[in-house]
């Protein structure tokens, strides 16, 4: 007899899978976060895949099939990079500007755009060339050909986001709401780093 896939309609099971990542969150924030982070970061990576695939089918040019280092690269900088580093950031953010000091939404935003964004956009390509066992040499032409490009693309979608994230979205929330969005940016840093 076949089994039929039934959709999950049960809002009872959504409330006690939030309330369920509520608590894990307050229990263990950082390794929540950063769990979170790697799985997200993950599908990011097979977002990618699976795009550059779908164009090269329609371009009737054929290419490998998906990479499974990709995705685990991926997961390990969300689970050891993206999670941690972000889960302090924002936390850091609420100690140095908090809602008090005057201005206090736009200095966050600009503390975060053109310092926290620059520096963690080079930790993301030097984590991934060490993960895809390269040498400083390549990380250096990484570096010159897409480092640039990747930052102003980083400015251009991640600033309206960011402005949200760090001004509206409670503290606990910031690196889930980021690493939401990160899904389709790591799909481009991906992309780019080819």
């Known amino acids: 007899m ?12 959504y409330q006690r899978l939030l309330q369920h990542y509520l608590n894990l969150l307050k229990k263990y924030p950082i390794l929540t976060k950063s769990v979170t982070s790697g799985i997200l970061s993950a599908l990011g990576n097979l977002l990618s895949q699976a795009l550059e695939k779908r164009g090269r089918d329609k371009a009737g040019k054929s290419g490998k099939e998906l990479d499974l ?49 620059p520096a963690f956009l080079l930790l993301f390509f030097l984590v991934m060339n060490m993960l895809e066992g390269k040498n400083w040499s390549a990380f250096q032409e990484k570096l010159r050909t897409g480092y640039w490009s990747a ?25 889930l709401f980021a690493n939401l969005v990160a899904l389709f940016w790591y799909a481009y840093l991906a992309s780019v780093r080819k």
């Open 2 to 13: 076949p089994v039929e896939s039934v959709p999950i309609r049960d809002s009872a099971f």
């Open 69 to 117: 280092l990709g995705p685990a690269r991926f997961a390990v900088y969300g689970l050891c990079v993206t999670g941690p580093v972000s889960h302090y950031f924002y936390q850091l953010l609420e100690l140095l500007l908090p809602t008090s000091i005057p201005y206090c939404m736009l200095k966050r935003l600009l503390l975060d755009r053109l310092v926290f964004s």
């Open 151 to 175: 930052l102003k693309m980083n400015w251009k979608v991640w600033t309206p986001f960011q402005f949200v994230n760090i001004n509206y979205v409670p503290v606990q929330f910031r690196v």
